[in-house]
């Protein structure tokens, strides 16, 4: 009988460990990422600027581009930036918005992407999307999954805490994606894949259940292998379903109603996958995500992050017209506004007691 298999994008090499930036330059060389060090470094005015100085000396062939922030502009002047220069690769060194402007620009020109992260904030360090600003707002953007992926939690412990604590929002949300995604595959026939939802159910499932803290190597790795899995479960599934439900329409809801006002993207996530919990009749989960988020610092209630019950109620309500299609929790309960109000005093009287 033959055997059936299929080929998953996943980067050539995953370093996650403290120290992991000293080697970096070995790392690409003997992973015949860049043999030559004719890298294409893309930094922000943050923490890049500041590794610029300690990476420098070992990368001598790399060129340093500065990246103003995380627009679609942005991305489209480094990829012109770089184009035609011989290059073997383009390195992403720093938060969330300058890896997705980096992968952006390698795919653009042709070229590996090497993320280098500085924090933990998100699920976007290794995923196959760049999501980057617009004149319209916000938009992902399809791209190669980065070859490689380096995180020095040394680095990571250096960043504000608050970014960690947003990684982890992220990470347990995918628990509450993948149930969005079985309910569409049980209610409208969705396909799903098994193995994205294994992936990200299970990279969420090891950060709820782990007892370190943000302080601890042990968890930060767990977390930032979590976060890499999420990544790897929208390459297997090809799309970002495994990592994106209830809780994700919540959180785009919230950029798009309170710009000017938003938090963190895990903070919202996991706030809103606390509530989509409550809101499929998943009372212990619910309880379960709301005990862990408070342990580690990360909001559970609207006003913790600057949202009063009204606005809170207003943008799940506006939720499901965030991602017009995608079928979850929110579409299959179809609330009005005074039961999201009901639904809403029901969790917040159910995990404060």
Known sequence: MPVLTRLIPSPVVVDIGPGALDDLAGLLADQRISSSGRLAVAISGGSGKALRERLAPVLPGADWYSVADGTIDSAVQLADDIKGKRYDAVVGLGGGKIIDVAKYAAARVGLPMVAVATNLAHDGLCSPVATLDNDNGRGSYGVPTPIAVVIDLDVV????????????????????????????????????????????????????????????????????????????????????????????????????????????????????????????????????????????????????????????????????????????????????????RDAYADYAKTISS
């Open 157 to 340: 412990r250096d960043a504000p805490v608050r970014y960690v604590r947003s990684g982890i929002g992220d990470a347990i949300s995918n628990i509450s994606c993948v149930a969005d995604w079985e309910l569409s595959h049980r209610l409208t026939g969705e396909s799903i894949d098994g193995l994205a939802a294994a992936m990200a159910r299970q990279a969420g499932e090891a950060v709820l259940r782990h007892p370190g803290g943000v302080g601890d190597d042990a968890f930060l790795t767990v977390l930032a292998e979590g976060l890499v899995l999420t990544g790897i479960s929208m390459s297997v599934a090809g799309d970002s379903r495994p990592a994106s439900g209830a809780c994700h329409e919540i959180n785009h809801a919230f950029d798009l109603l309170y710009p000017k006002r938003s938090a963190l993207h895990g903070e919202q996530v996991g706030l809103g996958a606390a509530f989509a919990m409550h809101l499929r009749g998943a009372r212990e989960d619910a309880g379960l995500f709301a005990e862990v988020l408070r342990r580690h610092g990360l909001p559970v209630l609207p006003e913790e992050i600057g949202f009063s019950t009204d606005e809170f109620v207003k943008a799940v309500e506006y939720a499901p017209q965030t991602r017009p299609g995608r079928f979850t929790i929110l579409e299959h309960l179809d609330l009005t506004t005074d039961q999201i």
